[in-house]
């Protein structure tokens, strides 16, 4: 559900607030998105970023600016509860992308995070990591060169706590 805090009201008879999301709804600043049980939703924002919210998750959108050749990009979402994952887009990396949790405000530059928020107010943050940045050198396409390949690739880890 996405409720439009900051949005006038034209019909008078409404049932909720908020209203059932739907696939090219759009998300507008100061919007708070939830899900119930049993729900999913995904937000895919113009510079790349993808937030996905589990089910009983709400969050805040309460700041979102960005343009391509921009040197102030910013964007700050609060986590109440539930669970987040997104990717990082171009915000995270020529701006200031922040996610506000009950526990920390973290700062996003360029990851994967995983965010966890029980009805007891823990947080638990994982992410995932890139190790061994090794540049990648084709080969042609003998065992060996094969075998190669894959020990030089970057491996992925989940870093919890981090």
Do not use: W
């Amino acid at each position: 559900m996405i409720e439009h805090v900051g949005a006038v009201l034209v019909q008078v008879a409404l049932p909720d607030k908020a209203a059932q999301a739907k696939v090219g709804d759009v998300v507008y600043l100061r919007d708070v998105v939830r899900t119930e049980a049993d729900s999913r939703i995904s937000i895919n924002f113009s510079d790349g970023s993808s937030f996905n919210l589990s089910s009983n998750a709400r969050m805040t959108l309460d700041e979102y600016v960005y343009e391509p050749a921009g040197k102030s990009n910013a964007a700050f979402f609060g986590l109440a509860r539930g669970t987040a994952t997104f990717v990082a887009g171009q915000v995270a990396k020529s701006g200031d992308m922040k996610v506000d949790t009950p526990l920390a405000t973290l700062g996003i530059r360029g990851t994967t995070p995983h965010i966890e928020i029980a009805d007891d107010g823990s947080v638990k943050f994982s992410t995932l990591i890139e190790e061994g940045k090794a540049k990648l050198v084709k080969k042609r396409a003998s065992a060996p060169a094969r075998q190669q390949e894959q020990e030089s690739a970057p491996r992925l880890n989940i870093c919890r706590g981090c």
